[in-house]
């Protein structure tokens, strides 16, 4: 890749901006509180723009671009019903627990309802997930890095081996957002998550522009592409009928309810910035200003990988080919050889080569297998010139990093309120945990690192590590569900629930397996009684079953457990606590009116993309 | 918490729209854009990265003022924006 200096400015005054925020914010961070919940006292905006920008890392943004890619405007479904739904639901329902408690995490919250197992169980596990989900990030971005070739002609220039630059790669991104959150904690995240939200629009906003000119607009997109590839809802009465091989009531059940009110209404990386805002009015506003731009994201992320492919290739630039090609020697070869890689690219995605022999790698059926993951970097480079190229990366960059940040500032608020200041060293002073703030995120940036490194060493270690994760999260919504809105559930039943249901997901993933995949690490370890037509089905009834488990059982054990005093309960529940009071606002600025919006809109939408 | 984000913000909009803007202006009629459709891309959304920028900047700039102005009368109650929803 050819990078000019113009292109290193821009990347570098990034760098320096977001440093230079945590040395700013460095003399506000006095007590703990401070550092692990911003003060609580951020403005409903800020946290809101960051409520989705935590969640927008790299996977996120390459990985919604591949799907575009290979699935077409179906992907929205992950924004539209699979976030819009559950942002709406956390903002007017459930924040008024989070903040009003007073509890300043989701463990932490767990103990006051339930009790302290239920706290440890989730707190330990959470921990866990976190450091590893940065550490995958961090793999994630340098591999990009070097695939890119970003840094090659700085390194050549001094000498130094290529090889270096994976390690390089890391230990940069290590140092930027151990600096920034060190200095700065939560508000530094928050603030750098905003900052990288903008970017992203900035840096994508031109691309899907000059991309749609260039194959002439929407109606231009349409004709070049598959039906399929431009209808959301195409084909969803039958698993068999469209590309995401899942029917509605998988889709709707699996990915609408269980595993998006999972993510968002539970997972600590995102409630912690509207727990982070300044009052409990702003806090319940909060993921719903978030649910504004996370309806429109699929235009910025999702459209690129549609206009990869529908984009031809007679004038290539400089577009990358799938991995490192070792063999480039490739024979001169007859026409359907495998040796020549750039005849079954499509559009802007290559196919995927296998790095030893050269030649393209195809499945099971002899098709060649598509390298989807780079359609988003691909647009960059075929439709950036220098200057803005620069502001591209950047943004690609930001979005790797303000995931790994999120996570970091995740991890060190559970780590110590939940873990260290609970079970180790309890009673001890502000600053103590202050300074155990500060010292857990230099552990958590090392243990991600470690993760990163056994990454490439291991193979299947980052799907491995996304499955257990998906068993653990998969139960946890029926638990807070319950939890917040019927009283007689109490903790004994809550914790059985809770691991029953992980339980429950293992079981399934045990016994099922997709169509076209070999039992292991798809699913059918135990034996195969159950096939889906693809892996996306069989991990929405993953979650369908760890929840309706979960669920069942926490019901039946609530009913055989002594329930708590109603009087303990009240702030934790839905029919103990005063409702808040939304007559003073403005009518505009009230939840629920924001929240009919925000559903209209997203009717629309799905009307316009039927 | 006392450091208004939109003015570093902001700040970093107009420098680097600055720079794409610049660039944009040295290179009109470059090569370099046929792969942007034609259009000389770092030149509009340089300058519309600046608009934005500025505008960020001097949103910071103005309430950051409004704060030093009026003393906040012993209550950190934010619920005092009435109606405008963006808070500050």
Known sequence: MDLTIIDWLIMLLYFAFVLGIGFALKRFMKTSKDFFQAGRSLPAWICGLAFISANLGAQEVIGMGASGAKYGIATSHFYWIGAIPAMIFVGVFMMPFYYGSKARSVPEFLRLRFDEKTRAYNACSFAVMTVFSSGISMYAMARLIQTLHVFDSLFLKFNLPLGWIFHFAIIISAIIVLGYIFLGGLTSAIYNEVLQFFLIVAGFLPLVWVGLKNVGGWSGLKAALPVAYTHSWRGMTNAHNNPLGVEWFGLSMGLAFVLSFGYWCTDFLVIQTAMASDSEESARRVPLIAAVPKMFFPFLVILPGLIAIATTTTTQHAMLQSAPTLNTTAAPAAANDLSDPTKFSKGLIPAKVNPVTGKVMTDERGHPLLDYDLAIPNMLLHYFPTGILGLGLTALLASFMSGMAGNVTAFNTVWTYDLYQSYIHKNASDSHYLKMGRWATVGGILLSMATAYAATSFNNIMDTLQLVFSFVNAPLFATFLLGMFWKRTTGHAAFTGLVSGTVAAVVHHGLTLPADAHPGIHGGWITVVHSYPSEMAQNFWTAIWAFSVNFILTVIISLMTKPREESELVGLVYSLTPKPVEHHMAWYARPKVIAVGLIAMLIALNLIFR | ?88
């Open chain 2, 1 to 88: 918490m006392n450091l208004d984000l939109r003015i570093p913000m902001g700040l970093m909009f107009l420098i680097v729209g600055a720079i794409m803007t610049i660039l944009g202006l040295f290179t009109r009629g470059s090569v370099i854009y046929e792969r942007s459709a034609g259009m000389n891309i770092n030149l509009i959304w340089g300058v519309v990265m600046l608009a934005f920028g500025l505008i960020m900047f001097l949103l910071g700039r103005t309430s950051d003022k409004r704060v030093a102005a009026e003393p906040v009368e012993g209550t950190n109650r934010p619920l005092g924006g009435r109606g405008h929803g963006m808070g500050h």
